[in-house]
């Protein structure tokens, strides 16, 4: 009882665990933010039902994802691996043989059965605090697994939003052709009354070709768009039909930033390296306490008989204790703490990082989304204009005041302003789509519910 009382005692003085600041600056608020609230499925904000399929196909048969996966499955056995320590080895052994003749051998069959248990008391916590590493090694295994998830569900908005906008250019650049095409053929009638120089034929002919150029390009784009689509998804490219819509959606209003500390709280990366810090914490622990005594104890049980039938007749049992402490490692133990402490500094600033990109990822998306709005809003004055200059030039034209060059240039520049706009309205989603990623959170999935036992653990430790 007096021993029981002392392990219980030793016990209570499990090490606890520590808590963490970030090792950064109090943050202010961010620069700018909206009043819709961000959801964790943030690509239902779009209302792309097409989208929304995408998004529940990968999150199933994404090949990456599955791996994470199964990466979680092995943190899970880890933890499970390392839990057993706190639990006493039970070994059976059983051995024969048999002597002959009997007459010449003391003996005959001789027979042993035995069964030992052999138990760790577990005075400093030592073997407590390895559990816990495993455990949060298993949490920042989870987050790692929502982390891949939460990228690659930006993956798949981005990639769907440049298929279309692909198909967008593709047909632009289908009308621009007609529209240039429409243009040889009226100045085919003039050159024939002998009021165009043929050269202006063959510099219409070349912006012909320049589109037909950009309609290959755009071809290219939307074939490979949905083969990268495909692989996300986790479809062979050739088994793989998708058609993608003629427009983007409309942008959805601008979502609430919140509080940084709100987002620390949030991400699912952060709240990895938060526990790949705790983890090295508790593995530290480990490391303090494997300079302290240990204490182990040892119950064997067994029998031995020379005839089988006797085997069960005489049982002997034995009680051991057994007690080590370190006393001349040559400073290894201690090279050991100093090892883990390391660790554990590289985790508390690897903590910090991730904070700050975080943050960084917001304000980058909030003024790339800002800008290229303004530049969008440039842009199409820029078109208007080129289409006034084209009207104008144009009659001057008519009047013989210009030569056809000066109108091919501004056609040519009123065409490419027209794919720009459709590029820098692609930008702008990407934008808003980063800012999507940057603010989520964790979002449910169907294997989310496996390590609620793991945070009961946690919690009771």
Same mark, same amino acid.
């Given at each position: 009882?007096?021993?029981?009382?002392?392990?219980?005692?030793?016990?209570?003085?499990?090490?606890?665990?520590?808590?963490?600041?970030?090792?950064?600056?109090?943050?202010?608020?961010?620069?700018?933010?909206?009043?819709?609230?961000?959801?964790?499925?943030?690509?239902?904000?779009?209302?792309?039902?097409?989208?929304?399929?995408?998004?529940?196909?990968?999150?199933?048969?994404?090949?990456?994802?599955?791996?994470?996966?199964?990466?979680?499955?092995?943190?899970?056995?880890?933890?499970?691996?390392?839990?057993?320590?706190?639990?006493?080895?039970?070994?059976?052994?059983?051995?024969?043989?048999?002597?002959?003749?009997?007459?010449?051998?003391?003996?005959?069959?001789?027979?042993?059965?035995?069964?030992?248990?052999?138990?760790?008391?577990?005075?400093?916590?030592?073997?407590?605090?390895?559990?816990?590493?495993?455990?949060?090694?298993?949490?920042?295994?989870?987050?790692?697994?929502?982390?891949?998830?939460?990228?690659?569900?930006?993956?798949?908005?981005?990639?769907?939003?440049?298929?279309?906008?692909?198909?967008?250019?593709?047909?632009?650049?289908?009308?621009?052709?007609?529209?240039?095409?429409?243009?040889?053929?009226?100045?085919?009638?003039?050159?024939?009354?002998?009021?165009?120089?043929?050269?202006?034929?063959?510099?219409?002919?070349? %912006?012909?070709?320049?589109?037909?150029?950009?309609?290959?390009?755009?071809?290219?784009? %939307?074939?490979?768009?949905?083969?990268?689509?495909?692989?996300?998804?986790?479809?062979?490219?050739?088994?793989?039909?998708?058609?993608?819509?003629?427009? %983007?959606?409309?942008?959805?209003?601008?979502?609430?930033?919140?509080?940084?500390?709100?987002?620390?709280?949030?991400?699912?990366?952060?709240?990895?390296?938060?526990?790949? %810090?705790?983890?090295?914490?508790?593995?530290?622990?480990?490391?303090?306490?494997?300079?302290?005594?240990r204490l182990s104890f040892n119950l064997s049980g067994q029998t031995r008989s020379n005839t089988y039938p006797e085997l069960f007749n005489d049982w002997a049992y034995t009680l051991g204790a057994n007690l080590v402490a370190p006393l001349l490692y040559w400073g290894r133990l201690r090279a050991e703490v100093d090892r883990a402490e390391?660790?554990?500094?590289?985790?508390?600033?690897?903590?910090?990082?991730?904070?700050?990109?975080?943050?960084?990822?917001?304000?980058?998306?909030?003024?790339?989304?800002?800008?290229?709005?303004?530049?969008?809003?440039?842009?199409?004055?820029?078109?208007?204009?080129?289409?006034?200059?084209?009207?104008?030039?144009?009659?001057?034209?008519?009047?013989?005041?210009?030569?056809?060059?000066?109108?091919?240039?501004?056609?040519?520049?009123?065409?490419?302003?027209?794919?720009?706009?459709?590029?820098?309205?692609?930008?702008?989603?990407?934008?808003?789509?980063?800012?999507?990623?940057?603010?989520?959170?964790?979002?449910?999935?169907?294997?989310?519910?496996?390590?609620?036992?793991?945070?009961?653990?946690?919690?009771?430790?």
């Amino acid at each position: 009882m007096c021993l029981l009382a002392v392990s219980l005692f030793f016990l209570k003085c499990s090490p606890k665990i520590t808590t963490y600041d970030p090792p950064i600056e109090e943050p202010q608020d961010f620069s700018a933010s909206g009043k819709d609230s961000v959801s964790n499925r943030w690509w239902e904000a779009f209302d792309d039902p097409e989208l929304n399929r995408l998004m529940d196909s990968s999150f199933s048969h994404n090949m990456n994802l599955i791996r994470i996966w199964y990466q979680l499955q092995e943190a899970r056995s880890m933890r499970k691996i390392q839990s057993t320590f706190l639990l006493p080895d039970i070994e059976g052994s059983a051995r024969t043989a048999i002597s002959r003749p009997q007459p010449d051998f003391a003996g005959g069959e001789n027979t042993q059965i035995g069964v030992s248990a052999n138990y760790e008391i577990d005075l400093w916590g030592r073997i407590r605090a390895g559990v816990q590493a495993e455990d949060f090694r298993l949490q920042a295994s989870y987050f790692d697994y929502q982390t891949a998830a939460m990228t690659l569900s930006s993956q798949i908005a981005t990639t769907w939003f440049q298929l279309i906008t692909a198909k967008k250019q593709l047909n632009l650049a289908q009308e621009q052709i007609a529209v240039n095409e429409k243009i040889i053929k009226l100045i085919k009638v003039r050159f024939g009354s002998d009021q165009i120089k043929g050269v202006d034929i063959l510099r219409q002919q070349q %912006l012909v070709e320049e589109a037909k150029n950009q309609k290959l390009i755009y071809e290219t784009d %939307l074939a490979m768009l949905k083969n990268q689509l495909a692989v996300l998804t986790g479809v062979p490219p050739q088994n793989f039909s998708i058609t993608a819509q003629d427009s %983007l959606p409309s942008l959805p209003s601008h979502p609430q930033t919140g509080l940084p500390l709100e987002l620390v709280r949030r991400r699912p990366d952060i709240k990895r390296a938060y526990n790949e %810090l705790l983890a090295a914490d508790r593995d530290m622990a480990v490391a303090v306490r494997n300079k302290f005594p240990r204490l182990s104890f040892n119950l064997s049980g067994q029998t031995r008989s020379n005839t089988y039938p006797e085997l069960f007749n005489d049982w002997a049992y034995t009680l051991g204790a057994n007690l080590v402490a370190p006393l001349l490692y040559w400073g290894r133990l201690r090279a050991e703490v100093d090892r883990a402490e390391a660790v554990k500094n590289q985790q508390l600033y690897n903590y910090g990082q991730s904070i700050l990109v975080a943050f960084q990822e917001v304000e980058n998306a909030l003024v790339q989304e800002k800008k290229q709005a303004e530049r969008l809003t440039v842009i199409d004055k820029r078109i208007t204009m080129a289409k006034n200059v084209q009207k104008q030039l144009q009659i001057e034209y008519i009047n013989g005041f210009i030569e056809y060059l000066d109108i091919l240039i501004s056609l040519d520049e009123q065409q490419r302003l027209e794919r720009e706009k459709i590029q820098l309205q692609q930008q702008l989603f990407e934008s808003r789509i980063a800012l999507y990623r940057a603010l989520a959170g964790n979002f449910d999935l169907d294997y989310e519910n496996e390590t609620q036992a793991v945070n009961q653990n946690i919690n009771e430790q």
